[in-house]
């Protein structure tokens, strides 16, 4: 997986916030960003390219995991460090991640995101764990 986020990761940076290649996968043609955060363990930067929506001025990304049983790794390293930093197209700022992990915001917020990419259907759908949903809010 990793290798498969780094390639994305250089197609992003080098199409100017799109992604293209057939490396992409699933992430060919929908909205991009990367998603900078602090280790909660290790304190080491990590990035990750996560389909987004908008919300009232914000971004959106879903904690997916591909449906797995388990919070992704980068969740947990915001739960620690809501801090963030995120790229979308060629701008980079620092932004506060907000968890939202019940209600009806997080069902409006979810289904945003299934409408972008109905994978995320499928993940909620094998999954017992209720994917948590995260906001985004530019910093200052």
Known sequence: MDDMNQQVIKDFRANDGAVDVAAGG???????????????????????PLVYATHDGSYVVVA???????????L????????????????????????????????ELYAKLVAIMDQFAEYEAKTARRIPVVVLDRAG
Not at 26 to 41: E, Q
Not at 81 to 106: C, M, S, W, Y
């Open 76 to 107: 947990l390293n915001i739960r620690a460090n809501p801090d963030v930093t995120v790229e979308v197209g060629t701008e980079k700022f620092p932004a506060r991640a907000t968890i939202v992990e019940d209600g009806p915001l997080r069902d």
């Open 26 to 48: 699933f992430f060919r043609g929908k909205p991009v960003l990367i998603l900078h955060n602090t280790g909660a363990r290790t304190g080491k930067l990590r990035t990750n």
């Open 64 to 74: 997916s995991k591909g449906g797995a049983a388990n919070d992704p790794h980068w």
